[in-house]
């Protein structure tokens, strides 16, 4: 039988979440291991000293400890639905701007208490600025680099879902409308739903699932 690579990860992580979804699109196979952070395994820990999720194990012993390093293997796998076939620098782009300046705001919207100084209306402010940008952007098309999604639009939903929640009666007050038909599409997928299924934390001993639990259409996640 063959061995399957170990994914740790936390559901409602943002970057657990792009790797279960870049993950379910490839149609590879792992045994998950659900993660409570004030509690984190000493399997994970000694994989992965720097101890935060997602961490990726492959059979061979290899660690990958970067959520778009686990996008990035998967995808090299297997691409059926073609998410690294736009335009690479336009990909690059847009994630380096989210898990850059749009990160650096939104920890900072979201959890004010833990970062000296931090205004929550000033970085949300800020953050505002990339969202507005998104929203330019899928004015034009329905997706991030043109009428398919592609590993920007994956890379970056969870983080935005994230944003959205901190306030959603003031989000949807915004005049983002394309961003929010892009969410909210995003949101009501059979994707989203599959990679959301919830597990019990898991210990040394206990079951390993394997994620996904059943396959998802790609056209039923991606339709307009």
């Known amino acids: 039988m063959e061995e399957l690579p170990t994914l740790y990860s936390f559901r409602r992580c943002p970057y657990a979440m792009r790797a279960r979804l870049a993950l379910a699109s ?50 090299g796998q297997s691409d059926p639905e073609n998410w690294l076939g736009a335009d690479r620098a336009a990909i690059d782009e847009l994630v380096a701007q989210n898990d850059g300046p749009f990160k650096h705001h939104l920890d900072r919207y979201k959890y004010e208490n833990r970062y000296d100084g931090a205004v929550a209306e000033e970085h949300r402010t800020e953050a505002s600025v990339t969202l507005r940008g998104l929203d330019d952007r899928l004015s034009k098309n329905d997706w991030l680099c043109g009428p398919k999604a592609c590993f920007a639009d994956y890379a970056i939903l969870p983080f935005v879902r994230q944003f959205a929640n901190t306030d959603r009666a003031w989000f949807d007050t ?34 390993e699932p394997t994620f996904p639990s059943a396959e998802v259409s790609p056209d039923r996640h991606t339709a307009n």
């Open 174 to 207: 915004q005049d983002w409308t394309h961003l929010r038909v892009w969410l909210e599409r995003f949101l009501a997928s059979d994707r989203f739903k599959s990679v959301m299924e919830k597990y019990p934390q898991w210990s040394a001993g206990d079951p």
């Open 26 to 75: 490839s149609g590879l196979s792992v045994l998950l291991r659900e993660v409570v952070l004030r509690d984190k395994p000493p399997e994970m820990i000694a994989a992965s000293p720097k101890a935060t999720v997602p961490v990726l194990v492959l059979p061979g012993g290899d660690v990958l400890e970067e959520s778009l390093d686990v996008m990035n293997w998967a995808l």
